[in-house]
């Protein structure tokens, strides 16, 4: 099994002042692959928009992620694992909140990158 990262970043790191990995100030969703389908596709795209509107975390477009999601794993076979992990990115101490622009960037292997 391949494990790729998509990152919201030139250099397909996580900053350490990331907020979703200081104080958890993101969503996530988990989600079965099989044969190129995403499981229950329409429950996880439907609760990831819930949870970006309740934290407020804006400029997600989750309809054209899910997009991007689907087409990736069109190829795959068997059973997989896909992860979705969305945060409202670096800046800012404590537990305010700051607006961050957020970007979807292709993904490593689409930009003729490849992480494994």
Not at 78 to 106: D, F, H, M, N
Not at 107 to 114: A, I, L
Request: hydrophobic share 35%; charged share 25%; glycine share 8%.
């Amino acid at each position: 099994m391949e494990n790729v990262i998509w990152a919201d970043t030139d250099d397909d790191s996580l900053s350490v002042s990331d907020r979703g990995l200081n104080y958890g100030d993101g969503c996530f969703t988990t989600m079965l692959v099989e044969d190129g389908e995403i499981h229950l596709f329409k429950r996880h795209r439907d609760r990831m928009e819930h949870a970006l509107s309740a934290l407020a975390i804006p400029n997600v477009d989750i309809n054209r992620v899910f997009q991007h999601l689907q087409r990736s794993v069109a190829a795959v076979s068997g059973k997989q694992v896909l992860k979705l992990v969305v945060t409202r990115g670096s800046g800012g101490r404590g537990t305010a909140q700051k607006v961050v622009k957020t970007r979807w960037l292709s993904p490593p292997s689409q930009r003729g990158q490849s992480i494994t």
